[in-house]
């Protein structure tokens, strides 16, 4: 598994030499946000397509 701080690192060997502050906070915020949403996909915390679907359906009006 690699670590939080191998992550970054990664990312911040692949951004340009000339990105902003702002750029690598905003991929920071990305990374987190990825890493979540595959945490909570492995404990389970997802919803199926056909439920995600069904639900979506009440709220769409044709």
């Known amino acids: 598994m690699v670590s ?3 992550e970054v690192s990664s990312l911040l060997e692949r951004l ?3 990105c ?9 915020y990305v990374l987190g946000k990825v890493r979540n949403g595959l945490d909570r996909a492995d404990t389970g ?3 199926e ?8 359906a009440r709220w769409i009006i044709e």
Do not use: T
Not at 49 to 56: F, G, I, P, T, Y
């Open 20 to 28: 902003s502050l702002e750029d690598i906070q905003y991929h920071l």
């Open 45 to 47: 915390g997802v919803v």
């Open 4 to 6: 939080v701080k191998q």
């Open 49 to 56: 397509q056909d439920e995600a679907e069904a639900r979506l």
């Open 16 to 18: 340009p030499e000339d």
